[in-house]
Every structure is written in structure tokens, then in C-alpha cells.
């Protein structure tokens, strides 16, 4: 599976942006959708997490409340929503995702997704 981000951008601190993730073919199995993100000089690390089969979702402490996770009607395409947008949001946004298996829904954990889209740029200027 092949996971195609988009829609960074630059914009302006206390602006908005949505990301958008999908796999750039069918899949018949459920999948856990992550989005991470890294920026200049730092470690990659979690934003936030949604499962397929169960209402769950997950954020990092630094972006509750001002992001939204969320699925499209058919499930396949996930979103982040990123409302007030900081400076310290700058980072290259990376989707990711793994199948579902019994337990196991989401994940905060890098490790544990398989798939891995290329990265989208969100730059916010103060």
C-alpha cells in the first residue's frame, strides 16, 4: 500500500490547514492511520491516530484541541485538521498506517505502521 499526503502549505500562526491522507490503491482490509511529523533538527514524533473498526482516536499533547483526526465517508481517506496553527507546528507531515489485526486498532508508536506516505510541508510564520 502506497499512503499519498497533501496539503501543506505556508501560512500564517493562528491560521488553518488540512491534510489529507489515501492509499494510491484498493484495499480490502482495515487499516490504522497516523500522522506524524518532524521538524528542522528534531526526532519524527506522533500527532495523532485514528483506528478503522472502533471509534478511537489519539493525540499528541501538543496539538489537543487544535487538530482533528478524522475519516471520509468510505473510510479510505483520512484528515488531519489543524486549526491555530504555531510556529512550532513547522514540520514535514508524514501519514502512515498498518492493518488492523485483534487488539490492535491504533497506535502512538512509529514502530508499529507499515506504511508510510512521503511527507507534507507545513510552515507557519509568526
Known amino acids: 500500500v502506497q499512503l499519498q499526503a497533501s496539503g501543506g502549505g505556508s501560512v500564517q500562526a493562528g491560521d488553518s490547514l488540512r491534510l489529507s491522507c489515501a492509499p494510491s490503491?484498493?484495499?480490502?482490509?482495515?487499516?490504522?492511520m497516523g500522522w506524524f511529523r518532524q521538524a528542522p533538527g528534531k526526532d519524527r514524533e506522533f500527532v495523532s491516530a485514528?483506528?478503522?473498526?472502533?471509534?478511537?482516536?489519539a493525540y499528541a499533547d501538543s496539538v489537543k484541541g487544535r487538530f482533528t483526526i478524522s475519516r471520509g465517508n468510505a473510510k479510505n481517506t483520512v484528515y488531519l485538521q489543524m486549526n491555530s496553527l504555531k510556529p512550532e507546528d513547522t514540520a514535514i507531515y508524514y501519514c502512515?498506517?498498518?492493518?488492523?489485526?485483534?487488539?490492535?486498532?491504533?497506535?502512538?508508536?512509529?514502530?508499529?505502521?507499515?506504511?508510510w506516505g512521503q511527507g507534507t510541508l507545513v510552515t507557519v510564520s509568526s
Open positions: 490503491g484498493r484495499t480490502s482490509r482495515n487499516y490504522a
Open positions: 485514528t483506528a478503522w473498526s472502533i471509534s478511537r482516536t
Open positions: 502512515a498506517g498498518f492493518y488492523e489485526t485483534s487488539g490492535r486498532y491504533y497506535s502512538t508508536s512509529q514502530s508499529e505502521y507499515t506504511y
